[in-house]
């Protein structure tokens, strides 16, 4: 097990007097689906405090079904959304999810949802765990 703890250690930038994580996420909204809807986004922005990108390439919660990353376009004047297979955060930089851009495409939630638990990877490595309350229309 001490073997372990010091790998995920070493991953979590050097343990040492800098605590702060390697990934972090703020300004979350995750919105509740509308009535009789399957389907809601998420947005937030993440702050990336190390020297190299961080890439994330999966996202998971036990609430919803499925979470995708997803980016909003226009096509031939045509609102149009298609998944983003990689979000990567610039080193020492911040990249936002927002409202006409990209979002989380939050599907098939579990019922009377109220908090949201989110697990952001790179790959199988576990960069970010989130737990927020969902915003309700009108919040
Ligand atoms: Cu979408």
Same mark, same amino acid.
């Given at each position: 097990?001490?073997?372990?703890?010091?790998?995920?250690?070493?991953?979590?930038?050097?343990?040492?007097?800098? #605590?702060? @994580?390697?990934?972090? $996420?703020? /300004? &979350?909204?995750?919105?509740?689906?509308?009535? !009789?809807?399957?389907?809601?986004?998420?947005?937030?922005?993440?702050?990336?405090?190390?020297?190299?990108?961080?890439?994330?390439?999966?996202? #998971?919660? @036990?609430?919803?079904? $499925?979470? /995708? &990353?997803?980016?909003?376009?226009?096509?031939? !004047?045509?609102?149009?959304?298609?998944?983003?297979?990689?979000?990567?955060?610039?080193?020492?930089?911040?990249?936002?999810?927002?409202?006409?851009?990209?979002?989380?495409?939050?599907?098939?939630?579990?019922?009377?949802?109220?908090?949201?638990?989110?697990?952001?990877?790179?790959?199988?490595?576990?960069?970010?765990?989130?737990?927020?309350?969902?915003?309700?229309?009108?919040?």
């Amino acid at each position: 097990m001490r073997a372990i703890a010091l790998i995920t250690c070493l991953f979590l930038s050097a343990c040492g007097d800098d #605590t702060r @994580p390697p990934l972090i $996420a703020n /300004e &979350i909204v995750i919105a509740a689906p509308m009535p !009789g809807s399957r389907i809601s986004a998420g947005y937030m922005s993440f702050s990336n405090s190390t020297d190299v990108p961080i890439s994330i390439t999966r996202v #998971t919660s @036990p609430d919803f079904g $499925a979470v /995708e &990353i997803h980016e909003s376009l226009l096509e031939d !004047g045509v609102a149009k959304m298609r998944r983003v297979e990689k979000l990567t955060v610039p080193a020492n930089s911040s990249v936002s999810l927002q409202r006409g851009g990209k979002h989380l495409m939050l599907m098939r939630p579990s019922d009377a949802l109220d908090m949201v638990s989110l697990s952001f990877y790179s790959d199988h490595t576990l960069l970010l765990s989130v737990n927020t309350p969902i915003t309700k229309a009108g919040d």
